[in-house]
């Protein structure tokens, strides 16, 4: 089973930041915070993760609490092509990934 | 390309046919994972291998199934005597065990059971 709860769906203005949230609770100390996409009819695609910190790249940026229990990946202007399902899950080395149902976010024009 | 690549990427087949999957990763990859993805839902594990090794293999993954990876490279999976209940989009992704976290996924091979 999934460790991690995510909204089943959110809406997003095109050029506006979408804030995508995870619920953790269960979070071990080793296990990092992984997010993928899927856009219709593709294979999932690696956004971003982090252990600790918080990480950005050219994708988006990922905010995890101090305690672990939650993060948010920000996509910081949003476009139509974001629209996709986005993926939270939490891993460790050892075990393999365990996808729940996502977020269906549709950037809207 | 040099992504992972899938093949066939559609099939249909009629109840109690066999069918066979390949999946040809990263060429520097060494570990390759099969997940089957239903309508509506995230992708479910079914098996990986490292290298030629499979190292854990889903409760999903009934006896009719089965998957190999000769030689480290390319992996098959097969399904025996399919059902309707078999009809999915079937997904490969591979990575590095260094960096196994970041799965690079094939654009899937998509079962239609009649």
């Known amino acids: 089973d999934a460790k991690t709860t995510q909204p089943p769906s959110m809406d997003c203005a095109e050029g506006r930041a979408a804030n995508l949230p995870c619920n953790h609770s269960t979070i071990s100390g080793n296990e990092y915070v992984y997010w993928y996409r899927q856009i219709h009819s593709q294979g999932p695609q690696y956004i971003i993760h982090g252990l600790k910190n918080n990480e950005t790249n050219e994708m988006a940026s990922l905010i995890i609490t101090e305690d672990r229990k939650s993060s948010t990946l920000i996509l910081p202007h949003a476009t139509l092509r974001d629209t996709a399902v986005y993926y939270c899950?939490?891993?460790?080395?050892?075990?393999?990934?365990?996808f729940g149902p996502g977020t269906r976010l549709s950037v809207l024009p | 390309d040099t992504g992972v690549s899938q093949d066939p990427r559609h099939k249909i087949t009629k109840r109690g046919q066999n069918v066979t999957f390949r999946c040809d990763p990263i060429?520097?990859?060494?570990?390759l994972y099969w997940y089957r993805q239903t309508l509506g839902q995230g992708p479910e594990f079914l098996t990986y291998?490292?290298?030629?090794?499979?190292?854990?293999k889903s409760r999903l993954l009934s006896d009719r199934f089965s998957a190999e990876r000769p030689k480290g490279s390319f992996s098959t999976l097969e399904i025996q005597r399919t059902e309707q209940g078999d009809s999915a989009m079937y997904l490969c992704?591979?990575?590095?065990?260094?960096?196994?976290?970041?799965?690079?996924f094939g654009e899937g091979s998509r079962l239609t059971v009649l």
């Open positions: 060429s520097e990859h060494n570990r």
């Open positions: 291998f490292q290298n030629e090794a499979q190292l854990e």
């Open positions: 992704a591979s990575s590095f065990i260094q960096g196994a976290g970041e799965l690079f």
């Open positions: 899950i939490v891993w460790d080395y050892g075990q393999n990934f365990v």
